[in-house]
């Protein structure tokens, strides 16, 4: 995206334009699914679970 800036703008004409450029979050937003999964056990027993296959 291109934003022209002229010489001679005020300050909040160019604060302005520079709104328009908001940067956008890269990634896994965890936080939307908490809460989602009721578990039986505590996450650590399943943890020691998960582990013990490897014997």
Known sequence: ML????????KEEIQKTLAGFTKKKKG???????GIIDLDESPMEIQKKLRDEWK
Do not use: L
């Open 3 to 10: 934003r022209v800036i002229k010489k001679g703008s005020t």
């Open 28 to 34: 896994f937003q965890a936080s939307n699914f908490s």
